[in-house]
């Protein structure tokens, strides 16, 4: 079964500094990795989904991957107070093809103008 | 974006009793899922289901819990009986296929069992 793990648990940044957040996972077998936001009493809104080593960027929100490093990062550019929120990193489970995605416990971003 | 609605947002019960929990996929899509995240824990990977039965579910699945969509109708979670360890909020997703066919969630109802 993966384990995903996040870090840090809570990052604090000021409007426009870069934030940037981790995940690893324990191994490299899953074929989509993804980044959500959870905004306070919402449900989750994707960000970034990931398939090939290397980056990926979607507006303000650049995942890179490096599957032999069991490693996937989210950095935002620019980011703002808007951008305060829960992000979470997901991967994928390829064993039974289901679409069973495995969370990790979250990154706490707080902006702060 | 396509939207997946929850109904009802929050919902409190006496141990022992029966919940059904209500979700309204995005219209067109095939492959329904639930996941659970207890307070301060992660989001953890409940059933998925597909074509009327279930594909894949997770031990947290026990055996009071059971899924349904009945004729293209809402996509429902049932807990028969409820116990305290249910409290949670429930997270329902659908998605047009598998593989990095992408998961549209729901706000989630949160569940309060007494």
């Known amino acids: 079964q993966q384990k995903v793990q996040q870090s840090p648990e809570s990052l604090t940044v000021s409007e426009g500094a870069m934030a940037s957040l981790n995940c690893t996972f324990s191994d490299g077998t899953s074929d989509n990795f993804r980044w959500y936001r959870q905004h306070s009493g919402k449900g989750l809104e994707v960000l970034v989904s990931?398939?090939?080593?290397g980056e990926k960027e979607e507006g303000r929100f650049t995942a890179h991957l490096n599957r032999a490093s069991l490693h996937v990062s989210l950095h935002i550019r620019e980011p703002q107070p808007s951008d305060s929120a829960v992000y979470l990193c997901a991967m994928r489970d390829t064993g039974a093809n289901t679409g069973k995605l495995t969370f990790g416990h979250g990154t706490i971003l707080r902006v702060h103008p | 974006g396509p939207k997946v609605l929850q109904i009802p947002s929050h919902q409190i019960i006496d141990m022992g009793q029966m919940v059904t929990l209500n979700c309204d996929p995005v219209?067109?899509?095939?492959?329904f899922y639930w996941y659970k995240q207890i307070l301060g824990q992660q989001m953890e990977f409940l059933v998925n289901?597909?074509?009327?039965?279930?594909?894949?579910k997770s031990k947290l699945f026990k055996d009071q819990f059971s899924v349904e969509r009945p004729d293209g109708s809402y996509f429902t979670l049932k807990i028969q009986p409820t116990a305290l360890e249910d409290s949670a909020v429930y997270f329902c997703?659908?998605?047009?296929?598998?593989?990095?066919?992408?998961?549209?969630f729901g706000p989630g109802t949160r569940l309060t069992v007494l």
């Open positions: 219209s067109n899509h095939l492959y």
């Open positions: 997703a659908s998605s047009p296929g598998l593989g990095g066919a992408e998961q549209f």
């Open positions: 990931i398939f090939s080593d």
């Open positions: 289901f597909y074509n009327g039965k279930v594909m894949e």
